[in-house]
């Protein structure tokens, strides 16, 4: 080796690092993986590993410093390679995809895969990187639908191309335990190992970007496979704080159980019981995506815009996300009427009462704009019959935000304003009051089981989906004109919403019958639960 793996290599190549998902790891984090997948590795009978994405080499370094293995390693970026290839001798080094074929002359399977590997969606693969994705699930028996991003196609190949007791040690996206493409990935691999330990970090593994990321490394050998989630302080310690072994078979697939290295195996027992003994959202409402306009910016315009463009009598009142809502649980027209008056775009255009061929002046000149922008090329609008038409969700009682920060958002509709698909439409059952529902919602164990069902994204955005919103425990309280008017007057995010909840608690702790300690528990998890969300999203709840 010509140079020690102590200062990561940078290419000044024209390779669009960001767009092909590359994510450098840091020198620390790669000797922890390399040590976690040696512990494991049966060494006396090892011969070849391999890095299917060794970017700046930290873990070919590694690896050459650690072990007397033949090292394999490729990269698609030429300049990565050449760099790599002048600073490491005794390397057999390949520029090339690992999705295609490797070179002939390297061996066709490895006792040791270990990398990082690149993390794109499929929404932003070219086309051949999809029909390569195809193809290894074709080929390997994955359901293509589930390979949802570059780093799954990676762990699906890698799998197969390991020896009959070899070790895959990657670092992968974090939603590897929250997204269903996730859970059937590692209801995939339980097929082919016996072993897997998930290392999952306190800390935010990449501080350049808002990405977080766990550790795994996996064995093959005989026996069925026993899955353990290992909390530690960060990627690049060694020491585990917490650990939880999950159950066989079907149990893995429980949001709960995932949570266990967060949560003492009583708190889960408790909260499981407690949950039972609860109906769901669905039993009192429905739940329905709200406008998809495929183009916001054009389709939805501030009052000044619209004014200025003579499109007035077509903007309709609408909200864009939850942050516009502020502290506010029962949106009235006055608080539209401030979100207009702050200037924010917040009227959507209905065109759809227009006869095409008969279109006003105004509306055909922001049309014409439209196609200039290219607005109608957009996959959505393609497929409307007439593509500026966009199709209005019309109002409802209630509104619930799929994603949200401190604390997930439900609110009276009270003005009868649209929203977007950032929103689910609620409409309740005949016997249940909008109110009811609001009042009830934000109690310890419904946000809880919002932490447990969701999942995160950079920044510690929470999402549900509208399964996952459906699906979560409600003990429905009754609240007077007065009742509700206090539960409104304590929400505040300045305190994350504390207050509130607190004043919603009473009805839980009634209902359920719970003593006092047991709200405390579970109230104690859900913060718990929160503060892992939001650890690296510049907001700490106390």
Not at 23 to 33: D, F, I, L, N, S
Request: hydrophobic share 35%.
């Amino acid at each position: 080796m010509k140079d020690s793996n102590s200062v990561p290599l940078h290419s000044r190549s024209s390779y669009d690092q960001r767009g092909n998902g590359v994510v450098y790891t840091p020198v620390a984090v790669t000797e922890v993986v390399v040590s976690q997948a040696l512990a494991k590795l049966d060494y006396a009978n090892a011969s070849n590993v391999l890095e299917p994405s060794c970017g700046d080499g930290s873990f070919v370094g590694t690896l050459a410093s650690k072990t007397s293995l033949n090292i394999y390693a490729l990269d698609k970026n030429e300049a990565a390679i050449h760099q790599c290839r002048s600073a490491f001798d005794g390397v057999q080094f390949h520029c090339g995809d690992f999705f295609e074929d490797l070179p002939g002359d390297w061996p066709n399977h490895f006792d040791l895969i270990v990398g990082n590997p690149p993390y794109v969606s499929w929404h932003r693969c070219s086309s051949n990187t999809r029909s390569l994705l195809d193809r290894i699930g074709s080929q390997f028996d994955f359901d293509n639908k589930e390979l949802r991003n570059t780093w799954a196609g990676f762990v699906v190949k890698a799998t197969m191309m390991l020896s009959p007791k070899g070790v895959l040690a990657f670092v992968i996206p974090y939603e590897f335990l929250n997204v269903s493409y996730g859970k059937y990935l590692r209801e995939w691999m339980e097929r082919y190992f016996s072993s897997i330990d998930i290392f999952i970090p306190n800390e935010k593994a990449f501080k350049s970007i808002d990405q977080d990321a766990v550790t795994i490394v996996a064995s093959k050998g005989e026996g069925s496979c026993e899955t353990v989630l290992h909390r530690v302080a960060s990627l690049d310690t060694n020491s585990i704080q917490s650990s939880c072994k999950l159950s066989p078979g079907i149990a893995k697939s429980r949001p709960l159980e995932m949570k266990g290295f967060l949560l003492d195996g009583d708190v889960l027992n408790l909260i499981h019981k407690i949950d039972q003994r609860c109906k769901r959202i669905s039993d009192y409402c429905e739940n329905a995506a709200g406008t998809v306009t495929a183009a916001n910016d054009y389709f939805i315009l501030s009052k000044a815009e619209l004014k200025s463009r003579k499109l007035t009598r077509w903007g309709r009142p609408i909200i864009k996300k939850s942050a516009f809502l502020g502290d506010t649980v029962n949106f009235t027209a006055r608080d539209f009427d401030a979100i207009e008056a702050s200037g924010k775009a917040c009227r959507v255009l209905d065109f759809s009462k227009l006869r095409s061929d008969r279109l006003p002046k105004a509306v055909q000149k922001y049309v014409e704009l439209g196609e200039e922008l290219g607005v109608n090329q957009r996959y959505k609008c393609r497929h409307r019959q007439d593509w500026f038409k966009v199709p209005i969700v019309q109002d409802n009682e209630g509104l619930f935000f799929k994603r949200s920060h401190i604390v997930p958002r439900l609110c009276v509709n009270s003005c009868g304003v649209l929203a977007t698909d950032s929103a689910y439409h609620l409409r309740m059952n005949s016997s249940t009051k909008i109110q009811d529902l609001c009042g009830s919602f934000y109690n310890s164990l419904t946000l809880l089981f919002a932490e447990i069902e969701g999942r995160f994204y950079g920044g510690g955005v929470l999402e549900l989906t509208p399964n996952e919103f459906r699906r979560l425990p409600l003990s429905m309280s009754d609240f007077s004109e007065p009742e509700f008017a206090e539960f409104e007057s304590r929400f505040t995010l300045s305190d994350g919403g504390s207050k509130a909840i607190e004043f919603s608690n009473i009805g839980l702790m009634r209902n359920l019958r719970l003593s006092t300690a047991e709200l405390q528990v579970i109230e104690d998890a859900r913060q718990t639960l929160q503060r892992h969300r939001l650890r690296h999203g510049g907001i700490t709840q106390k």
